[in-house]
């Protein structure tokens, strides 16, 4: 995992992180919504500009494709949290051998203060 560097200088970034910049500014998550928004609706568009033949009467219906998957998404996330609450396991569940059940001296701890970054 890369380290943070210590003064928050972009410059100090790798030329990813440096491009990525512009996710962080106000404003810009309400425009990816609607270049995203515009994207779908630009496919579904594009759905008129050939001639569906599919083995089913739903699939000739426009933008079913696009709803069948949003749909099926949802699906997934409501099935998914479904399951982890059957699945999910207690924080000792692997018992007294595990590391991080281990007591440490107090003295040895370094305990930083992180209020103020």
């Given at each position: 995992m890369a380290k943070k560097p210590k003064n928050d200088d972009p410059q100090n970034y790798p030329a990813l992180g440096r491009w990525m910049m512009w996710v962080d500014k106000l404003g810009s998550i309400k425009k990816l919504t609607w270049i995203l928004g515009i994207i779908c609706a630009l496919t579904i568009l594009a759905n008129l500009t050939y001639s569906n033949k599919g083995?089913?009467?739903?699939?000739?219906?426009?933008?079913?494709?696009?709803?069948?998957?949003?749909?099926?998404?949802?699906?997934?996330?409501?099935?998914?949290?479904?399951?982890?609450?059957?699945?999910?396991?207690p924080e000792n569940y692997y018992g007294k051998k595990s590391i991080d059940t281990e007591e440490w001296p107090e003295a040895e701890l370094d305990k930083k203060d992180h209020t103020n970054d």
């Open positions: 083995h089913y009467g739903a699939e000739n219906i426009l933008g079913f494709y696009a709803f069948y998957g949003f749909v099926a998404f949802t699906f997934i996330i409501f099935v998914s949290k479904a399951l982890r609450s059957i699945i999910i396991r």
